[in-house]
């Protein structure tokens, strides 16, 4: 019989155990061996059982058992040990305090950033991710902690949070949607000071409103706040805005949206009035999904008495966005309609003009949808500053963004990059930690791991080669228990009994090259690019003197029957019965099973087509763990591959090889460094009966790019490029400041198409020689502006057959006279020729103003006509 209600029975601790209830709260012992080892020291069983999930251990815990431990003085001992870290980690100084306590940093550092995002990926016990954005969340916000960064975490809890992933017997993807019980989970209500749960309101049309609870997860030291709109209050149509992560239609996740930037704001509001946390000077986007948190602030300035002006450049000022996306289908684009009935009236925000909402966020530029309000094109509207997550992503971004800047090349767009990193405490094996504190102690070790800043980890080049090895076999080992388990539960999901499957205790073998492949399944991250000559995979699979095994793992979206037909492709040829002892495909990919794959494999596959990748983290995570990437050179790859630790897939990107043809050549790329390189390199043993030259590359892989990809490295360099600039932009825009530049920004508009370079001409003593220098002399009309609202630069550098300036170098030149009676300015300035080969020039003028953060943000620029440049020889070779 089924229940006809479900609820939550706590436990009750006996008072010696009562700091085990806080160490299960805070989510830092998902990446804190020393108190997952209390939990498991707790019932082993039981910990097995419950995923090592504290929360669900403490649940199943027998009361004899409790009693027992309560009276075990060893324990208690354990107990308080480890409360007395947690306690010391939560209040200590940590590199944040230590940065802010000096004077240069002092004044820059934000009191508190609030970062949004719609998954975050903190713990399988927490299942609110999907894939890698929510990850990058996670492992932000964890990084964040170890900092001691004061962040906010702002999301949504979806009560079935993302599918789980089972298959059908003919190997199609099926999608179950398990309900979460908030009240299972490590979370807690923030409530009011008179115990009743904070509610969050907004307005929708009709009337109606959406309310929302928060909940709180203690992510280390940073508080993460997740709005559900699962409340008796709300009609059932509201009630299950929060009900999946990416589902629905898409007024669903235009709620979802609003919820999560308006409603996040509100959350943070209400957060710091209880709590009295510092309220945040920079708020910190993740992609598109909470752009409308610029809204949200937009209405509040204008509350404070800001006109709608002022109020975006002092949003503007505090917000730093970061886009994940390489492609323009992987945007969120509503019909404009859709959002303008939202907006307004008797909708929400009714105090701010809907014309002017709409216009944050339409695609009002070259190529674009003016019908269509695209959440990208607002998020970088409404921040001063933004990011790509690679060097390669962030050139990639440049030009996909370029036409919201018109006149400026891509490489002047105002979108920096900050690779992504992986946070290692949460990814390393307990094994390859433990390797490492042998050799340099266990505080060392953390502090390496978590906060990072040293270039290469030396230490690892004392560790002896047999000992490299013989980890690497036991991770490989571990993998092979993992998946043998994995499969069976599988094959008994898609119908087979247990007399089929004696075939699985012989699948995988702990001494063949082991290759890993998990990611989700569009179709630019080609699933089945391996599948591309069956007959030559089948022949690198049952090598008998080097084969490879290759274990595979992804999730198709659920509306996307093309990927799930992939994943189908993929696993009809797993199941032949010639190779299923050496290649698998193991359902339901998440974090669980990613700890366990990463360390596991000895070689980590990734082949997006080029440049579609924006990052692709999850060969990070490999690597820390002494797995060697092989991946095409994409996302960070391309930034840090080096022939020591990896190997690079050649590729065929361009427009004259179609989709198939590359397809073809990359794949035969990948079978031949499979066969001629990887393979006998890993078989190739030295004098000591050990394949000297791989362990090497694993020392290389440790050494290098180790440091290179911590989530650590990567929150420092937000913190240092991003937010303390965006903290010192934000207190500079203060209300009669945003005023100035608001009314400066519409006075340089009104006045630009009367702004004009007249003449150029240039004059050299000597012949156009390296080393020698032009005078460069200048005539613009300003129109109605002054010199001091402009700077007029020379833009020079090596030219290719259409005259394109490459690498760029600007000087500016120096008002000298004018207005004449004409009104014309004459400026003037020193060229030098620093370069040999084909060189131009040319001249530009652009807005100026001291809260400017880049010379592209006002979107302005005035070069010579054609009839100039000609006149004046504007461009030398």
Same mark, same amino acid.
């Given at each position: 019989?089924?229940?006809?209600?479900?609820?939550?029975?706590?436990?009750?601790?006996?008072?010696?155990?009562?700091?085990?209830?806080?160490?299960?709260?805070?989510?830092?012992?998902?990446?804190? !061996?020393?108190?997952?080892?209390?939990?498991?020291?707790?019932?082993?069983?039981?910990?097995?059982?419950?995923?090592?999930?504290?929360?669900? @251990?403490?649940?199943?815990?027998?009361?004899?058992? %409790?009693?027992?431990?309560?009276?075990?003085?060893?324990?208690?001992?354990?107990?308080?040990?480890?409360?007395?870290?947690?306690?010391?980690?939560?209040?200590?100084?940590?590199?944040?305090?230590?940065?802010?306590?000096?004077?240069?940093?002092?004044?820059?550092?934000?009191?508190?950033?609030?970062?949004?995002?719609?998954?975050?990926?903190?713990?399988?016990?927490?299942?609110?991710?999907?894939?890698?954005?929510?990850?990058?969340?996670?492992?932000?916000?964890?990084?964040?902690?170890?900092?001691?960064?004061?962040?906010?975490?702002?999301?949504?809890? +979806?009560?079935?949070? +993302?599918?789980?992933?089972? $298959?059908?017997?003919?190997?199609?993807?099926?999608?179950?949607?398990?309900?979460?019980?908030?009240?299972?989970?490590?979370?807690?209500?923030?409530?009011?000071?008179?115990?009743?749960?904070?509610?969050?309101?907004?307005?929708?049309?009709?009337?109606?409103?959406?309310?929302?609870?928060?909940?709180?997860?203690?992510?280390?030291?940073?508080?993460?706040?997740?709005?559900?709109?699962?409340?008796?209050?709300?009609?059932?149509?509201?009630?299950?805005?929060?009900?999946?992560?990416?589902?629905?239609g898409s007024e669903h996740r235009l709620l979802q949206e609003m919820l999560l930037g308006i409603g996040g704001v509100r959350a943070v509001r209400a957060y710091c009035?209880?709590?009295?946390?510092?309220?945040?000077?920079?708020?910190?986007?993740?992609?598109?999904?909470?752009?409308?948190?610029?809204?949200?602030?937009?209405?509040?300035?204008? !509350?404070?008495?800001?006109?709608?002006?002022?109020?975006?450049?002092?949003?503007?000022?505090?917000?730093?966005?970061?886009?994940?996306?390489?492609?323009?289908?992987?945007?969120?684009?509503?019909?404009?309609?859709?959002?303008?009935?939202?907006?307004?009236?008797?909708?929400? *925000?009714?105090?701010?003009?809907?014309?002017?909402?709409?216009?944050?966020?339409?695609?009002?530029?070259?190529?674009?949808?003016?019908?269509?309000?695209? &959440?990208?094109? &607002?998020?970088?509207?409404?921040?001063?500053?933004?990011?790509?997550?690679?060097?390669?992503?962030?050139?990639?971004?440049?030009? &996909?963004?370029?036409?919201?800047?018109?006149?400026?090349?891509?490489?002047?767009?105002?979108?920096?990059?900050?690779?992504?990193?992986?946070?290692?405490?949460?990814?390393?094996?307990?094994?390859?930690?433990?390797?490492?504190?042998?050799?340099?102690?266990?505080?060392?070790?953390?502090?390496?791991?978590?906060?990072?800043?040293?270039?290469?980890? /030396?230490?690892?080049?004392?560790?002896?080669?047999?000992?490299?090895?013989? $980890?690497?076999?036991?991770?490989?080992?571990? *993998?092979?228990?993992e998946v043998r388990t994995r499969l069976a539960a599988s094959w008994r999901q898609r119908g087979a009994s247990g007399a089929e499957l004696g075939w699985i205790d012989s699948?995988? /073998?702990?001494?063949?090259?082991?290759?890993?492949?998990?990611?989700?399944?569009?179709?630019?991250?080609? *699933?089945? *690019?391996?599948?591309?000559?069956?007959?030559?995979?089948?022949?690198?699979? %049952?090598?008998?003197?080097?084969?490879?095994?290759?274990?595979?793992?992804?999730?198709?979206?659920?509306?996307?029957?093309?990927?799930?037909?992939?994943?189908?492709?993929?696993?009809?040829?797993?199941?032949?019965?010639?190779?299923?002892?050496?290649?698998?495909?193991?359902?339901?990919?998440?974090?669980?099973?990613?700890?366990?794959?990463?360390?596991?494999?000895?070689?980590?596959?990734?082949?997006?087509?080029?440049?579609?990748?924006?990052?692709?983290?999850?060969?990070?995570?490999? !690597?820390?763990?002494?797995?060697?990437? @092989?991946?095409? @050179?994409?996302?960070?790859?391309?930034?840090?591959?080096?022939?020591?630790?990896?190997?690079?897939?050649?590729?065929?990107?361009?427009?004259?090889?179609?989709?198939?043809?590359?397809?073809?050549?990359?794949?035969?790329?990948?079978?031949?460094?499979?066969?001629?390189?990887?393979?006998?390199?890993?078989?190739?043993?030295?004098?000591?009966? %050990?394949?000297?030259?791989?362990?090497?590359?694993?020392?290389?892989?440790?050494?290098?790019?180790?440091?290179?990809?911590?989530?650590?490295?990567?929150?420092?360099?937000?913190?240092?490029?991003?937010?303390?600039?965006?903290?010192?932009?934000?207190?500079?825009?203060?209300?009669?400041?945003?005023?100035?530049? !608001?009314?400066?920004?519409?006075?340089?508009?009104?006045?630009?198409?009367?702004?004009?370079?007249?003449?150029?001409?240039?004059?050299?003593?000597?012949?156009?020689?390296?080393?020698?220098?032009?005078?460069?002399?200048?005539?613009?009309?300003?129109?109605?502006?002054?010199?001091?609202?402009?700077?007029?630069?020379?833009?020079?550098?090596?030219?290719?057959?259409?005259?394109?300036?490459?690498?760029?170098?600007?000087?500016?030149?120096?008002?000298?006279?004018?207005?004449?009676?004409?009104?014309?300015?004459?400026?003037?300035?020193?060229?030098?020729?620093?370069?040999?080969?084909?060189?131009?020039?040319?001249?530009?003028?652009?807005?100026?103003?001291?809260?400017?953060?880049?010379?592209?943000?006002?979107?302005?620029?005035?070069?010579?006509?054609?009839?100039?440049?000609?006149?004046?020889?504007? %461009?030398?070779?």
């Amino acid at each position: 019989m089924k229940a006809i209600r479900r609820f939550t029975v706590r436990p009750v601790l006996p008072e010696p155990l009562a700091p085990l209830h806080d160490l299960a709260r805070n989510l830092r012992w998902s990446w804190h !061996a020393g108190t997952r080892d209390l939990f498991a020291s707790v019932d082993p069983g039981h910990w097995a059982a419950s995923g090592g999930d504290p929360m669900r @251990l403490l649940g199943g815990v027998a009361p004899a058992r %409790l009693a027992e431990l309560a009276a075990d003085e060893a324990f208690l001992a354990s107990l308080r040990e480890v409360a007395d870290d947690l306690r010391g980690y939560l209040q200590g100084d940590r590199w944040y305090q230590t940065q802010a306590q000096t004077q240069a940093q002092a004044d820059g550092l934000p009191a508190a950033v609030a970062y949004f995002s719609p998954e975050f990926g903190i713990t399988a016990a927490l299942p609110q991710y999907s894939g890698g954005l929510g990850i990058l969340a996670g492992d932000h916000l964890k990084a964040a902690s170890d900092l001691g960064v004061p962040l906010i975490g702002v999301g949504l809890l +979806y009560r079935h949070g +993302y599918f789980r992933q089972s $298959l059908s017997r003919d190997g199609w993807q099926q999608e179950t949607y398990p309900v979460t019980d908030p009240n299972e989970l490590p979370l807690s209500l923030l409530c009011e000071p008179d115990g009743s749960p904070t509610h969050i309101a907004l307005a929708l049309p009709g009337g109606r409103k959406l309310l929302a609870r928060v909940w709180q997860a203690q992510v280390g030291r940073v508080p993460l706040l997740l709005l559900d709109s699962d409340v008796e209050e709300n009609d059932p149509h509201e009630r299950d805005v929060t009900d999946r992560l990416y589902g629905g239609g898409s007024e669903h996740r235009l709620l979802q949206e609003m919820l999560l930037g308006i409603g996040g704001v509100r959350a943070v509001r209400a957060y710091c009035r209880l709590t009295g946390h510092p309220a945040p000077e920079v708020f910190h986007t993740n992609e598109g999904h909470a752009g409308f948190l610029g809204v949200e602030r937009i209405a509040e300035l204008a !509350a404070d008495g800001l006109d709608f002006d002022a109020a975006i450049e002092a949003v503007r000022a505090g917000t730093v966005f970061t886009t994940h996306t390489p492609v323009p289908a992987g945007i969120d684009r509503f019909d404009r309609e859709l959002v303008a009935r939202h907006f307004g009236g008797a909708a929400e *925000l009714p105090a701010l003009d809907v014309n002017r909402i709409l216009g944050l966020g339409m695609e009002t530029y070259p190529g674009g949808d003016p019908n269509v309000f695209n &959440m990208a094109v &607002m998020g970088l509207r409404l921040a001063q500053r933004a990011n790509g997550v690679s060097t390669l992503h962030g050139s990639v971004s440049r030009t &996909m963004f370029a036409g919201l800047w018109p006149g400026f090349d891509p490489e002047e767009v105002p979108i920096a990059s900050v690779t992504n990193g992986v946070h290692a405490p949460t990814w390393v094996a307990p094994e390859v930690f433990r390797l490492g504190a042998r050799q340099i102690g266990e505080r060392r070790t953390e502090d390496a791991m978590s906060v990072g800043g040293s270039d290469r980890w /030396d230490a690892v080049g004392e560790i002896p080669d047999r000992d490299i090895w013989e $980890l690497r076999r036991e991770l490989r080992g571990q *993998l092979v228990d993992e998946v043998r388990t994995r499969l069976a539960a599988s094959w008994r999901q898609r119908g087979a009994s247990g007399a089929e499957l004696g075939w699985i205790d012989s699948v995988l /073998d702990p001494d063949v090259l082991t290759i890993g492949f998990a990611r989700r399944v569009p179709s630019y991250k080609r *699933l089945t *690019l391996m599948l591309r000559d069956p007959d030559r995979l089948m022949r690198l699979l %049952l090598d008998e003197e080097r084969p490879v095994q290759i274990v595979v793992a992804g999730k198709a979206h659920p509306a996307d029957d093309s990927g799930k037909r992939l994943v189908q492709e993929l696993v009809r040829f797993t199941d032949d019965p010639r190779v299923r002892h050496r290649i698998v495909f193991l359902p339901d990919y998440g974090m669980a099973m990613a700890q366990k794959l990463y360390p596991g494999c000895d070689i980590w596959l990734n082949n997006p087509l080029r440049p579609l990748e924006a990052c692709g983290t999850s060969g990070m995570k490999a !690597a820390l763990n002494g797995c060697l990437n @092989l991946s095409v @050179l994409d996302g960070w790859w391309d930034e840090w591959f080096e022939p020591d630790f990896g190997w690079a897939i050649p590729t065929a990107d361009g427009t004259a090889t179609d989709e198939h043809r590359r397809d073809d050549l990359e794949a035969a790329a990948l079978y031949d460094l499979l066969e001629r390189r990887v393979a006998p390199r890993f078989y190739e043993r030295g004098p000591e009966g %050990l394949p000297d030259r791989w362990i090497e590359m694993v020392r290389q892989t440790l050494t290098h790019l180790g440091p290179k990809v911590l989530a650590g490295r990567m929150v420092r360099e937000y913190v240092e490029k991003l937010y303390a600039p965006a903290a010192r932009a934000d207190r500079a825009l203060t209300p009669d400041a945003a005023r100035e530049l !608001a009314a400066w920004k519409a006075r340089v508009r009104a006045a630009w198409p009367r702004v004009a370079v007249d003449h150029v001409e240039a004059e050299t003593a000597t012949a156009a020689e390296l080393g020698a220098t032009l005078s460069l002399r200048v005539r613009v009309a300003l129109g109605d502006l002054d010199p001091d609202d402009v700077e007029v630069q020379a833009v020079s550098g090596r030219v290719d057959a259409e005259d394109r300036i490459a690498d760029a170098h600007t000087v500016p030149l120096k008002p000298v006279a004018g207005p004449d009676e004409g009104g014309r300015w004459s400026y003037e300035g020193p060229l030098s020729l620093d370069r040999t080969g084909p060189y131009g020039y040319t001249v530009r003028i652009l807005p100026s103003h001291r809260l400017l953060a880049s010379a592209a943000e006002a979107g302005l620029v005035t070069v010579p006509s054609e009839a100039v440049g000609e006149g004046a020889g504007v %461009l030398m070779r």
